[in-house]
């Protein structure tokens, strides 16, 4: 029941783009269609930013992008903002032995 | 516009039972989801605790399974934490939040601190 794995930190300049990454298994990432990115910002609570693997809730601004190849997915963020500098962790479903979720371990971005 | 709200003790001794209760307005709970428990310690990241649906079906973070009973009330529109036995490294902000393989609502989180 290994944490997802996501690089600790990425920064990008206004206006740039940006990835992250979350890998995982095939008993998760690779397994299932369930994969969530969330955004946090210091003090709040996580916000729901791409839901099964590519998928933006309402109000969510289309410079989010999810996609996933294999056991890794991926969080884009086109034309950086500085109100996108915050905390972003990927979620995968997973069932291995018994249902359960697991996070990513959490990425900081940096706007510069 | 679905809600959560969290609420319990803010401080919790150690080997003593931490409850919190998530209580959730503008959706029933018996009309389907899951909900589930998050927990994020100071400076740390996030890990999921459990899940319940409303008909008491539950999923434990295997982890702390041992430890973990989650219950819902449909009567009350709520559904409740308990964590047995906790320790130091069980101080957390907890979160409650509804599951459909997302957490796409969450209440605004509640730091418990175990501490003697």
């Known amino acids: 029941q290994s944490a997802l794995t996501q690089p600790a930190s990425v920064s990008g300049s206004p206006g740039q783009s940006i990835t992250i990454s979350c890998t995982g298994t095939?008993?998760?990432?690779?397994?299932?269609?369930?994969v969530s990115w969330y955004q946090q910002h210091p003090g709040k609570a996580p916000k729901l930013m791409i839901y099964?693997?590519?998928n933006r809730p309402s109000g969510v601004s289309n410079r989010f992008s999810g996609s996933k190849s294999g056991n890794t997915a991926s969080l884009t963020i086109s034309g950086l903002q500085a109100e996108d500098e915050a905390d972003y962790y990927c979620?995968?479903?997973?069932?291995?032995?018994?249902?359960?979720?697991?996070f990513g371990g959490g990425t900081k971005l940096t706007v510069l | 516009q679905v809600q959560l709200q969290e609420s319990g003790p803010g401080l919790v001794k150690p080997s003593e039972t931490l409850s919190l209760t998530c209580a959730v307005s503008?959706?029933?709970?018996?009309?389907?989801?899951?909900w589930g428990w998050i927990r994020q310690p100071p400076g740390k990241g996030l890990e999921w605790i459990g899940s319940?649906?409303?008909?008491?079906?539950?999923y434990y973070n295997p982890s702390l399974k041992s430890r973990v009973t989650i219950s819902v009330d449909t009567s009350k529109n709520q559904f409740s934490l308990k964590l047995s036995s906790v320790t130091a490294a069980d101080t957390a902000v907890y979160y409650c939040?509804?599951?459909?393989?997302?957490?796409?609502?969450w209440g605004q989180g509640t730091l418990v601190t175990v501490s003697s």
């Open positions: 979620s995968s479903y997973t069932s291995s032995s018994t249902p359960y979720v697991v």
């Open positions: 095939s008993s998760d990432v690779g397994g299932y269609n369930y």
């Open positions: 503008g959706y029933s709970i018996s009309s389907g989801y899951y």
């Open positions: 319940i649906y409303h008909s008491g079906s539950t």
């Open positions: 099964d693997v590519s």
């Open positions: 939040a509804r599951w459909g393989h997302y957490f796409d609502y």
